[in-house]
C-alpha cells in the first residue's frame, strides 16, 4: 500500500511547515489554507477517517484534540477557532489519512457548509 501524503509529510520525504511533533501527532500548515490559520493535525498512526478508529484509539483521539487546543493557543488563536473533521469523500475529505482541520484568524461562520 502506498503512502499517502500526510505519511510522507510526516517521515520527511515531502517538506511541510511543520508547527508542532510529538510521539502521537504532526501538525503543519495547509498549503491551501481557508483562514489565517489553517493547520492540519495528523496522526502519527494511518488511519483513513476517523470511522475508522475503534475503542483502542480513544486515548490518541483525547490527545488529538488537547493538542489541537494548545496548538490554537501557541498561535494566538486559543480563545477562538474551529476543529473540523470531514469524514469520507462525500464529506469533503481529500486525503485518507485522519486529520483535524485547525482553522482561526478570522470570523468564522455558521453553518460552516
Do not use: Y
Not at 502506498?2 to 508547527?19: A, H, M, N, Q, Y
Not at 489553517?38 to 493538542?67: N, Y
Amino acid at each position: 500500500m502506498s503512502k499517502t501524503l500526510f505519511e510522507k509529510i510526516i517521515d520527511r520525504e515531502i517538506p511541510g511547515e511543520i508547527v508542532h511533533e510529538d510521539t502521537h501527532c504532526v501538525a503543519f500548515r495547509d498549503i491551501n489554507p481557508g483562514a489565517p490559520m489553517h493547520i492540519l493535525l495528523v496522526p502519527r498512526k494511518p488511519m483513513p477517517r476517523l470511522c475508522d478508529a475503534t475503542a483502542e484509539d480513544q486515548a490518541l483521539l483525547g490527545h488529538l484534540m488537547l493538542t489541537a487546543s494548545k496548538i490554537a493557543a501557541d498561535q494566538g488563536h486559543g480563545e477562538a477557532f474551529r476543529l473540523v473533521v470531514n469524514n469520507g469523500a462525500a464529506a469533503g475529505q481529500s486525503v485518507f489519512h485522519l486529520h483535524l482541520h485547525i482553522l482561526g484568524g478570522r470570523p468564522l461562520k455558521w453553518p460552516p457548509g
